[in-house]
């Protein structure tokens, strides 16, 4: 049968069924299918579509290496906000089988792929305790285009296949970072250049005895230099960022502050600055640990963030960003000895400062930096360079057909600063120019423009359990499919 939007995919189950395509499998897009599943009272079709074909880790979670860890301790984790003990309560009755720890406490911070076999176990639990007629379909496959016809959006795969939706879910997550030298170079097109960190052959081909050149010192950086570390790599590892600064450790007897009146501090970036200085000095002096203030503006932060016009916005993340990255995302203590120790062995080394040359030849790479505040250029020959600079927060230059294709039908919109998504703080994705598109979502990472804080795990379980009876709400109104299509 002929079909105006190409090869139909081949529906499942009963066609009548209201249709909730999430694009994305990561930890937002598996959170709000598992959702749906648990609350939905009436039939759904849920349709999960991911890129590797295994919905669940995302980018964060699907790391094979046994000592990247999370960084937030094991009862902070749970991926349901309706059961806060969730996760420890998972791992606790695991502990001792095989690649599980013997023993878990509640302050333990566990492999991440751990969590990335939990939120797999969570989906295929609410599978099973789904309400008759709600049923969840995964697909594998590279979503690229999203078009409304009448009532309905037509989603469009990479390999030419599409299927017709009634709500989309955008959980697309977190988008590769930007290039070291922001302008096109030859060295990017070359095997010695690594864009996407987080795939799992980013390491290969690398001699024992290479140097190497990770650009970034967060998060991302420190995963790799501790996978580096533990298969034995003897080469010299160098870590570049722009400012120097380093994540700090997670402590565990830091608890949280509770911060008083903040309803009352104007909202500019000079008087928060100065309040969260005066907040640390007050703590100090009380023998408390700056960690519970940074901790204790969390349930705020978003409230802060939305508080603030976009010029202060701006403000934030020209003046006071990476200090705020450095001590908002912390590592686990283990992890950021075991880094400190490499570097005092010389075995890492760290820079300050700007990238202004690399070239590949036949010998490897050629990097020179500038060191920051300085005329003093450093040279560099290593084997592969790594871009470390974390997920990317500008919309404005992703190549993504999918992104691309939705911007030039005006369907989303990038906010203000460009960090994501323009969205209602709900998740309901506005059109070019402001209006509610109604029928797409998002959560998680590219709500940062309107949010801010809404990549973690904190946030993201808040998000897909409200979006879920959001979307379960507006379903009950659509029509049956055989009196649309
Ligand atoms: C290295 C790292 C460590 C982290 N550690 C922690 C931690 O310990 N604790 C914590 O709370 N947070 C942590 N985070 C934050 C993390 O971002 C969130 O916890 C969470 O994993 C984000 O999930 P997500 O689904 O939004 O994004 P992602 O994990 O990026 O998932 C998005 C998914 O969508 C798929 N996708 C994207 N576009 C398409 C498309 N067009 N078609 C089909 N599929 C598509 C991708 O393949 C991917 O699987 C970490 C982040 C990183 C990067």
């Given at each position: 049968?002929?079909?105006?939007?190409?090869?139909?995919?081949p529906?499942?189950?009963?066609?009548?069924?209201?249709?909730?395509?999430?694009?994305?499998?990561?930890?937002?897009?598996?959170?709000?299918?598992?959702?749906?599943?648990?609350?939905?009272?009436?039939?759904?079709?849920?349709?999960?579509?991911?890129?590797?074909?295994?919905?669940?880790?995302?980018?964060?979670?699907?790391?094979?290496?046994?000592?990247?860890?999370?960084?937030?301790?094991?009862?902070?984790?749970?991926?349901?906000?309706?059961?806060?003990?969730?996760?420890?309560?998972?791992?606790?009755?695991?502990?001792?089988?095989?690649?599980?720890?013997?023993?878990?406490?509640?302050r333990?911070?566990?492999?991440?792929?751990?969590?990335?076999?939990?939120?797999r176990?969570?989906?295929?639990?609410?599978?099973?305790t789904?309400?008759?007629?709600?049923?969840?379909?995964?697909?594998?496959?590279?979503?690229?285009?999203?078009?409304?016809?009448?009532?309905?959006?037509?989603?469009r795969?990479?390999?030419?296949?599409?299927?017709l939706a009634?709500?989309?879910?955008?959980?697309?997550?977190?988008?590769?970072?930007?290039?070291?030298?922001?302008?096109?170079?030859?060295?990017?097109?070359?095997?010695?250049?690594?864009?996407?960190?987080?795939?799992?052959?980013?390491?290969?081909?690398?001699?024992?005895?290479?140097?190497?050149?990770?650009?970034?010192q967060?998060?991302?950086?420190?995963?790799?230099?501790?996978?580096l570390?533990?298969?034995?790599?003897?080469g010299?590892?160098?870590?570049?960022?722009?400012?120097?600064?380093?994540?700090?450790?997670?402590?565990?007897?830091?608890?949280?502050?509770?911060?008083?009146?903040?309803?009352?501090?104007?909202?500019?970036?000079?008087?928060?600055?100065?309040?969260?200085?005066?907040?640390?000095?007050?703590?100090?002096e009380?023998?408390?640990?700056?960690?519970?203030?940074?901790?204790?503006?969390?349930?705020y932060?978003?409230?802060?963030?939305?508080?603030?016009?976009?010029?202060?916005?701006?403000?934030?993340?020209?003046?006071?960003?990476?200090?705020?990255?450095?001590?908002?995302?912390?590592?686990?203590?283990?992890?950021?000895?075991?880094?400190?120790?490499?570097?005092?062995?010389?075995?890492?080394?760290?820079?300050?400062?700007?990238?202004?040359?690399?070239?590949?030849?036949?010998?490897g790479?050629?990097?020179?930096?500038?060191?920051?505040?300085?005329?003093q250029?450093?040279s560099?020959?290593?084997?592969?360079?790594?871009?470390?600079?974390?997920?990317?927060?500008?919309?404005?230059?992703?190549?993504?057909?999918?992104?691309?294709?939705l911007?030039?039908?005006?369907?989303i919109?990038?906010?203000?600063?460009?960090?994501?998504?323009?969205?209602?703080?709900?998740?309901?994705?506005?059109?070019?120019?402001g209006?509610?598109?109604?029928?797409v979502?998002?959560?998680?990472?590219?709500?940062?423009?309107?949010?801010?804080?809404s990549?973690?795990?904190?946030?993201?379980?808040?998000?897909?359990?409200?979006?879920?009876?959001?979307?379960?709400?507006?379903?009950?109104?659509?029509?049956?499919?055989?009196?649309?299509?």
């Amino acid at each position: 049968m002929f079909s105006p939007f190409g090869e139909l995919l081949p529906m499942k189950f009963t066609p009548s069924l209201p249709r909730v395509v999430i694009v994305g499998g990561g930890v937002s897009g598996t959170l709000v299918a598992a959702q749906l599943l648990r609350r939905a009272r009436h039939p759904l079709h849920v349709q999960l579509i991911e890129r590797t074909g295994a919905a669940g880790p995302g980018v964060a979670y699907g790391t094979r290496c046994q000592d990247h860890l999370l960084n937030v301790p094991v009862s902070r984790m749970s991926a349901l906000p309706e059961e806060p003990e969730h996760f420890l309560q998972w791992l606790t009755a695991r502990a001792g089988r095989p690649g599980f720890p013997g023993l878990v406490s509640p302050r333990d911070y566990v492999a991440r792929h751990l969590y990335g076999l939990y939120v797999r176990e969570v989906l295929s639990a609410a599978c099973g305790t789904a309400a008759a007629g709600t049923v969840l379909e995964q697909i594998a496959g590279e979503v690229v285009d999203l078009e409304e016809s009448g009532e309905e959006l037509v989603v469009r795969f990479a390999d030419g296949r599409a299927l017709l939706a009634d709500r989309v879910v955008l959980a697309i997550g977190n988008l590769p970072g930007e290039y070291p030298i922001p302008r096109p170079l030859p060295f990017y097109q070359t095997p010695r250049y690594i864009h996407v960190p987080w795939r799992g052959d980013a390491l290969d081909g690398l001699a024992p005895d290479d140097e190497v050149l990770l650009v970034g010192q967060g998060l991302t950086a420190t995963d790799l230099i501790v996978q580096l570390a533990r298969q034995g790599h003897r080469g010299t590892i160098h870590a570049l960022s722009r400012h120097g600064i380093r994540p700090q450790a997670h402590r565990s007897e830091a608890g949280t502050r509770a911060i008083a009146d903040w309803e009352d501090v104007p909202p500019t970036i000079r008087a928060w600055t100065r309040r969260v200085i005066d907040e640390i000095r007050a703590a100090t002096e009380e023998g408390e640990d700056w960690r519970g203030v940074v901790d204790g503006m969390r349930p705020y932060t978003q409230a802060i963030w939305q508080s603030l016009s976009w010029d202060e916005r701006a403000r934030f993340l020209r003046h006071v960003r990476p200090l705020w990255e450095a001590h908002r995302h912390r590592v686990a203590p283990a992890t950021a000895a075991f880094v400190d120790q490499l570097a005092a062995e010389g075995k890492v080394k760290f820079y300050a400062g700007r990238l202004q040359v690399l070239e590949a030849d036949d010998r490897g790479v050629h990097a020179m930096l500038r060191r920051r505040g300085t005329i003093q250029h450093v040279s560099l020959r290593v084997a592969k360079v790594i871009n470390c600079t974390g997920p990317r927060t500008d919309y404005t230059k992703y190549q993504h057909p999918l992104l691309v294709h939705l911007l030039a039908r005006g369907l989303i919109d990038h906010d203000p600063l460009a960090l994501g998504i323009n969205a209602l703080p709900t998740g309901e994705v506005l059109r070019y120019r402001g209006a509610p598109l109604e029928r797409v979502f998002t959560l998680g990472a590219p709500l940062k423009g309107v949010l801010w804080e809404s990549s973690a795990v904190r946030e993201i379980r808040v998000q897909a359990a409200d979006l879920a009876e959001r979307l379960i709400a507006s379903v009950a109104a659509v029509a049956p499919a055989e009196n649309r299509v």
